[in-house]
């Protein structure tokens, strides 16, 4: 069974930092795309960034310059670092990975910015 828990969200200040993670369990898939969606009160759920097996990495235009994507493939886990935080990037923040007909979804992390 794929797990994914997310971690890291919490209440910060308008221009401060968070670093989320996303430990991941339960899967042996050689190729997938592992990120972080978004969802703020009566909005659609959103891309933020994604990386894939096979490097690449993509973000939103809403993130670019701000947060970056990693991983540690010795833990499964991705993290999402977010910096220079603005009050629009407030949200429910979850983990997702993608492996061709499969998708698999984290609980979710709030995230707060006060401006």
């Known amino acids: 069974e794929v797990r994914l828990v997310e971690s890291g969200g919490g209440l910060v200040q308008a221009g401060g930092s968070l670093r989320l993670s996303c430990a991941a369990s339960?899967?042996?898939?050689?190729?997938?795309?592992i990120g972080w969606f978004r969802q703020s009160p009566g909005k659609a759920r959103e891309g933020v960034s994604c990386?894939?097996?096979?490097?690449?990495?993509y973000y939103s235009d809403s993130v670019k310059g701000r947060f970056t994507i990693s991983s540690d493939n010795a833990k499964n886990t991705v993290f999402l670092q977010m910096n220079s935080l603005k009050s629009e990037d407030k949200a429910v923040y979850y983990c997702?990975?993608?492996?061709?007909?499969?998708?698999?979804w984290g609980q979710g992390t709030q995230v707060t910015v006060s401006s």
């Open positions: 339960g899967f042996t898939f050689d190729d997938y795309a």
């Open positions: 997702n990975i993608v492996a061709g007909p499969r998708d698999y």
């Open positions: 990386t894939r097996s096979d490097g690449r990495t």
